[in-house]
Every structure is written in C-alpha cells, then in structure tokens.
C-alpha cells in the first residue's frame, strides 16, 4: 500500500511540475507577442509621420519650383527687354559712327602727314585728311564671336584643307599635308553630296603644294612649294589656263614650322578684304609669328610685320579685315580659342580684343581659311569640314 501512495504522489507533483512548465512557456510566447505587437505599432506611427513628412516636403518643393517657374519667366522677358534694349543702343552707336569720323583714323592721318607718306606734299588740309581718311578707314571690323558651327561632312585624311574661291562658287579641296592634286567642285553643295572625291573635277599641279597652307584667290591658286634642302617658294598657278603665271623665293628655313601643333605648316597664305597675307617663321629659334602683304599679281612683299603671337600651343591662323587671328589649343583634348589678335593698323590690342572659342570639335584645327564674300571660316578638323559663321562688329576705336 504504501509504495502505490508514494507512486501516487510523485505522478501528482510530475503533473503539477509540467503545468507551471507550460504556463511559463504561454506566458512568455504572449508577453514576447505583445512586445511584437507594440513594436509594430512603434513603426507604423513613424511610418506615418514619415508619409505625413514626405507629403509636406512634396509640397514645399512644389511650390519651390512654382516659384522657380515664375521668376525664371519673369527673368526671362527681363533679357528680352535687355537684348532689344541692347540692340537699339548698338544701332544707335553704329548710326553716331557713320555720322561721326572715327578719331582713331585722325590720329593715323597725322602720322602719315608728318611722315610724308603717299606723296602728300604742299597740299591744302582739307585735301590731305580727305583722302587720307579713305585709305587707312578701308575696314573698320572685327569679329566678335563665333555665331555657329556647321559640320557640312567627313572625309579624306585627318589632315587637310578647303575652301571656296570669294569670285566664284567653287570649292578647292587638299587632302592630306602634301600632294601635287587637287579636287575641285562646282559648289559647296556638289562637295557636301559627294561620296569622297571620286565626283570632283582633278587638277594635276606641275609641283607639289606643301602643308595644309594654300589659298584660293580670284581665280588663282597660291600654294606652298617646298623640296628638300631648298627655299620655301610661293606659287601662283592659273586655275583657268593651268599655268604657274608667278613664283616667288621666301626668307623661310626648311626646316622652321609655322604652328608648333601642326608642324606640317611651313607658312600659310591668307586672303581677306584687302588683299593676299603670308604667315610665317623666320627660322626655327623665332618664338613668333610674322606676317607679310604680298602683291597678289606680283608676289612681291609689301610690308612684314611681327606679330608678337606666339608659335607654341598654336594650330591654325585666318586673317580678317587686315587682322590676324591666331588658333591656340594644347596638345591635350582643350577647346580651340583665339587667344592673339594682331592688328596691321594698330586699331585693336591683343589684349583688349573678344576671346574668341570655337564650339566643341573632334581634335585640332589642321587649317581656316577666312572667305571674304561670305565672311566666315572653312576648316579642316581631323577630317571634319567644317563651316564656322562669324559675327561681325566695329572697332572700337579711341
């Protein structure tokens, strides 16, 4: 008997030991549940102050870019009224100069009077500063920016030039830094919609031309001829009759590049306005650029000047209304700008002249041929010809 009460008595306590071992357990899983519960509602609140927050700064930035919107509006027929403001007044300056003679051009005037030049002698005043003014007042321009670029096509070599004749609609076009051909088409058009060069019109040169330098003018092919160990010579050839008319020997090392980024550019005729340029470099140890005015019948020099624009750093060169415009770029990927302006009549400072950028291109110019009927530029831009139009303003003269 007593061993079945003692049995009794432990199934009793094991029972009532794995009661409290349960309860314990349920009390736990719900005391852990209640504290999910809570955290849960701990999120959800921020979850709604986060939205409420979101909603607001929605809100605000709303109206922040209504606000943009108006003052951007407001801003905007401000500039309008500033440019038509602006136009009148230029309009207004133009008509007082044309009314006005530029006093930059007495100041000329007296200097050519006391030095005795053009023959002027015992001459009543009047006279003298008459036609005084008429030649040194030929051109009064200068290019103030770059006012777009059109990037007409891509061929031939990375290196090259074209251009179009200013008396007529034809195009010439060097491929390459070298050659005794050239490739001519009836018109700026014809070259844009021909497949390379194989629909144009070749002229076979009785020499080779050398470097990217050569200039079309009235008719008349001026190119660059250079052999080995010899002078640089000028050449003028007859498009029409296919004749060389003139030839020329140039105080120019062999050896001496023109601009250090295209070394392949001994010297680099130009055509403006008033007449034929050369750009040059005396010799190699010559750390800038000179330029002569050349009789475009003759080819004798007329007068050299030194520029004072430096040869390192620079690409390409175009002269504009008896002024040159020296290209500088770096041997680096960099925008092309011209960074000198050399006046002949001494009526622009370098310094004081607009900093001219040309709009994001490919590498470097190889050449810019300036065109005076249509006043802007052909280039040659690692095989991209391209036509830059230019924006054109007074001197300012003092």
């Known amino acids: 008997m007593k061993p079945l009460f003692v049995l009794l008595v432990s199934t009793a306590w094991t029972?009532?030991?794995a009661q409290n071992y349960y309860q314990g357990l349920m009390d736990y899983l719900e005391n852990r549940l209640l504290?999910?519960?809570?955290?849960?509602?701990?999120?959800?609140?921020?979850s709604h102050r986060y939205r409420t927050e979101m909603l607001d700064f929605k809100k605000l930035t709303s109206e922040a870019i209504h606000g943009l919107r108006n003052d951007h509006s407001l801003m905007s027929k401000d500039l309008e009224g500033a440019l038509?403001?602006?136009?009148?007044?230029?309009r207004e300056m133009d008509?007082?100069?044309t009314q006005n003679s530029p006093r930059a051009c007495a100041n000329r005037v007296d200097k050519?009077?006391?030095?005795?030049?053009w023959g002027l002698q015992e001459r009543e005043e009047d006279e003298d500063w008459e036609e005084l003014q008429f030649r040194v007042s030929d051109c009064v321009e200068i290019i103030s920016s770059i006012k777009s670029a059109k990037i007409l096509k891509r061929t031939g070599s990375s290196k090259g030039m074209w251009t179009r004749d200013p008396k007529s609609s034809k195009v010439y076009v060097f491929n390459g830094t070298s050659g005794d051909t050239i490739y001519q088409f009836n018109s700026v058009r014809d070259f844009s919609r021909s497949l390379g060069m194989a629909s144009?019109?070749?002229?076979k040169l009785p020499s080779e031309w050398s470097g990217p330098g050569s200039a079309v003018y009235n008719g008349y092919l001026y190119y660059i001829k250079q052999e080995v160990d010899t002078d640089v010579q000028v050449v003028k050839y007859d498009l029409l009759s296919e004749t060389v008319t003139e030839t020329a020997m140039f105080p120019v090392e062999s050896h001496a590049s023109l601009y250090k980024l295209n070394p392949e550019t001994v010297a680099d005729l130009a055509a403006d306005d008033e007449g034929l340029w050369l750009l040059f470099s005396p010799s190699e140890d010559e750390p800038n650029i000179s330029?002569?005015?050349?009789?475009?019948?003759?080819?004798?020099?007329?007068?050299?000047w030194?520029?004072?624009?430096?040869?390192e750093n620079a690409e390409a060169a175009f002269v504009f209304c008896g002024t040159v415009y020296v290209v500088y770029n770096t041997r680096l990927a960099s925008r092309s700008r011209v960074q000198c302006v050399f006046d002949v009549n001494d009526m622009i400072v370098s310094e004081e002249a607009p900093l001219l950028y040309f709009p994001r291109r490919y590498g470097a110019h190889a050449s810019l041929k300036y065109n005076p009927e249509e006043k802007q530029l052909y280039a040659w831009d690692d095989g991209y010809q391209i036509i830059y139009k230019l924006t054109i303003t007074r001197k300012v003269l003092t």
């Open 15 to 17: 029972l009532i030991g």
């Open 35 to 46: 504290a999910i519960e809570d955290r849960m509602q701990l999120w959800r609140d921020q």
């Open 84 to 90: 038509l403001r602006v136009d009148r007044a230029e």
């Open 95 to 97: 008509y007082v100069e």
């Open 112 to 117: 050519v009077v006391e030095q005795e030049a």
């Open 200 to 203: 144009s019109r070749t002229i």
């Open 291 to 304: 330029l002569a005015k050349m009789d475009a019948v003759t080819l004798d020099i007329e007068q050299i």
């Open 306 to 311: 030194d520029t004072q624009c430096p040869r």
